[in-house]
């Protein structure tokens, strides 16, 4: 599995350094935060239900969308940024799970 911190590094620097990450390259983090999501996913045993609309389908999306050269700036900025958020909150719950912690 892709380094989850490294990963989330390259998301936000290809969001925020508009024009100097080439479309390929962000269709390849989009691809690469995909299967990372999945990854953590199944660590945690924690998938979305079945009638919740999937955020990792949008990311997928996206990148098809790159892959056609058929997406505005502002979607691919958006869908990277969404992956390093999806990324991130996963790494908590594993991290520190989702159940409560009691002080003794």
Known sequence: MTQ???LMQELV???TETGIVGDQEKRRLLERAVVTIRDLRDDIQ???GP???DAVDGLER???LLREDDATEEQVQ???LD???MI???LVVREVGTEPKIEE
Do not use: E, K
Request: zero cysteines; a positive charge; proline letters at 8%.
């Open 51 to 53: 009638h919740v609309v």
């Open 78 to 80: 958006a869908a990277l």
């Open 88 to 90: 991130r909150d996963l």
């Open 62 to 64: 996206t990148a098809a």
């Open 13 to 15: 620097r290809a969001a």
């Open 4 to 6: 989850p911190n490294g």
């Open 83 to 85: 992956a390093a958020d």
């Open 46 to 48: 924690r998938w979305p």
